[in-house]
């Protein structure tokens, strides 16, 4: 039997008295699946994703990535956060090359072409040497995600990255992230609460309830749609009957009972 890539078995979370993931949440991820957890502000969604990251511990069961309990955060799993987590003394594209600190398999030259790269990517190659606090909160989001991106992690953890981006950039994020995963072999869990985002991105979507959090649904979106996923798809009749389908479950899910 082929061992799972990434694992839950029977988690758990609370914190004191407060049940954040009451029911036991079990479930595998696959080397370069894309997974996005949607479900009302709150939910718990992301204190599951931070314990993947190893900022959190479950209260009860293990987390395992290729059969070894997940520890504490280290560079196979990559974080950008909802908040903005730039470091303030580093200019924006030492930021950037900060990312690939533990890379020993590339150049100087290597991290530099991948630096750019990014930085040109997010749309801020021109503000390269500027200070964090000199350029606005969304830059400083697009900073996080660049320096993420071009750290190379197997599995990357995504906290609502695109909520402070414009919807042209917010866009091409989305269209440049879903071929990245693709084209590099990554595994991405990612959070939001947006349909339309967890649909056009997402080979799965797990629909959680209101917290405590319990799992209402595990939609297989690329058995529907497809892997491909063009800006055109929005449009399609497909899209639309999936995004209502998904919609309809999160309604459910926001007025469930405590």
């Known amino acids: 039997m082929t061992q799972p890539y990434l694992a839950f078995d029977g988690v758990t979370k609370r914190f004191g008295d407060l049940d954040v993931v009451a029911q036991p949440f079990e479930t595998t991820i696959a080397r370069n699946e894309f997974v996005v957890f949607l479900g009302p502000s709150g939910c718990g969604k992301t204190t599951l994703m931070r314990m993947i990251g190893g900022l959190d511990t479950p209260s009860t069961g293990t987390i395992r990535l290729e059969g070894a309990p997940v520890g504490g955060p280290d560079h196979r799993r990559g974080m950008v956060f909802q908040s903005y987590s730039?470091?303030?003394?580093?200019?924006?594209?030492?930021?950037?090359?900060?990312?690939?600190?533990?890379?020993?398999?590339?150049?100087?030259?290597?991290?530099?072409?991948?630096?750019?790269?990014?930085?040109?990517?997010?749309g801020l190659y021109e503000f390269s040497d500027a200070y964090p606090n000199k350029v606005s909160g969304g830059?400083?989001?697009?900073?996080?995600?660049?320096?993420?991106?071009?750290?190379?992690?197997?599995v990357m953890l995504m906290d609502e990255p695109f909520g402070a981006l414009d919807a042209q950039r917010r866009e091409r994020l989305q269209v440049e992230?879903?071929?990245?995963?693709?084209?590099?072999?990554?595994?991405?869990?990612?959070?939001?609460?947006?349909?339309?985002?967890?649909?056009?991105?997402?080979?799965?979507?797990?629909?959680?309830?209101?917290?405590?959090?319990?799992?209402m649904a595990d939609i297989d979106i690329t058995g529907r749609l497809g892997p491909d996923r063009p800006l055109e798809l929005r449009d399609s009749p497909e899209f639309f009957r999936l995004r209502s389908d998904v919609l309809?479950?999160?309604?459910?899910a926001a007025g469930d009972e405590e």
């Open 248 to 252: 309809k479950l999160l309604r459910e």
């Open 177 to 215: 992230l879903r071929s990245i995963q693709r084209r590099d072999a990554k595994t991405i869990v990612f959070v939001t609460h947006d349909v339309e985002e967890a649909v056009f991105l997402a080979d799965r979507v797990i629909v959680f309830s209101k917290r405590p959090a319990r799992v």
């Open 86 to 122: 730039s470091f303030p003394w580093l200019t924006v594209a030492e930021n950037v090359h900060f990312g690939m600190r533990y890379r020993r398999d590339l150049t100087e030259r290597q991290k530099l072409a991948r630096r750019d790269h990014y930085l040109e990517l997010v």
């Open 139 to 154: 830059m400083r989001q697009r900073v996080a995600i660049a320096r993420t991106l071009a750290a190379g992690s197997d």
